[in-house]
Structure formats: C-alpha cells, structure tokens
C-alpha cells in the first residue's frame, strides 16, 4: 500500500502504511515527509529478536522511540535500560542511541522530525510484497552500503548496536 498524498490528515489501520523490508524486518511506513509536509515521518517496525540498530547520531533530526510490544533495550548517550510494552524514549539530534530487541518478536514505532530519515529505510530496504518478515536470503544491506545510505540521510554510526543479553 502506498501512503495517502494528503497534507489535511489521514487515518491508517494495523496494517496499513507503505510496507518494506529493512535490516530483518518488516517497516511499515505510516507517515513521510510528503504527507506531513516535512513536519515528521514515522515508520512502525515488526521484528525478530536480535534486531538492533548500530549506535549512531541523527545530526538533523530527534527520534522518538515507542515500545508497541515486546522487550527492547535501548542505549541513550552513556546509559542503557530496559525498554517494555508502552516504553518511551526521546532520542535527541546529537544525542548517540542505539536499541536491541531482546524478546522473541517486537513492535517499535519510530517517530522523526522533521522528516527525511525515511529515506534510509526506502534506500537501503526494498517493498515488502507481504507483511511478513524477509525470507533470509534478502534479510540485509551490507554495512558500508548502509553507512553511506545512513551518512546521505543525515545519520552517522559511532559504534556498534547493543549486545545480546548475556
């Protein structure tokens, strides 16, 4: 499904919004730059334990993180706590962040703004032609590619994601 192209509101259900696989996980894409005009894009994820992000810096944008389910950690600057069902985090431009999904499945809603960080997820991912997770063959963007995708969006790793728990 596409996005509406509306910049008077909309409403989109469970499983609505423009689908895509990113990184092992299911993304779907319920607001970009076009329909907010600019304001803000927000992406809801769905996947598997173990998906996490590297630690990296937004230099243009704040993220806002929403635990929709499952168990997620999250590093925030210098510190790390335990992310549940209903879990908030405010992730500040300038501010590095990371996350790691330690249940065996996870819903985390991404919020940005102002938009554009979208664009990482349709550059480096692809369309999702089901709501399912990638089969493994097409799970990953090699790293360099992502960092050069991640730095033309305004994002910069400086570390690796969070470990496993032990």
Do not use: C
């Not at 809603?109 to 102002?114: A, I, K, R, S, T």
């Amino acid at each position: 499904m596409s996005l509406p192209q509306t910049t008077e509101g909309y409403i989109l259900g469970t499983d609505e919004g423009e689908a895509l696989w990113f990184n092992g996980g299911l993304g779907l894409l319920k607001a970009s730059a076009q329909q907010t005009e600019g304001r803000l894009a927000a992406i809801e994820f769905r996947v598997p334990q173990g998906f996490a992000s590297p630690l990296h810096v937004h230099r243009g944008d704040d993220e806002l993180f929403i635990v929709l389910s499952g168990d997620i950690r999250f590093q925030l600057g210098e510190s790390v706590f335990e992310g549940a069902t209903g879990s908030f985090v405010y992730g500040p431009r300038n501010v590095a962040h990371s996350f790691h999904v330690d249940s065996a499945e996870a819903r985390i809603l991404l919020v940005f703004g102002p938009a554009g960080t979208e664009g990482l997820f349709r550059e480096g991912g692809k369309p999702a032609p089901s709501l399912t997770l990638p089969p493994v063959g097409e799970q990953f963007v090699d790293r360099e590619v992502l960092t050069r995708i991640a730095n033309a969006h305004g994002q910069d790793f400086v570390g690796p994601p969070l470990e496993p728990k032990a």
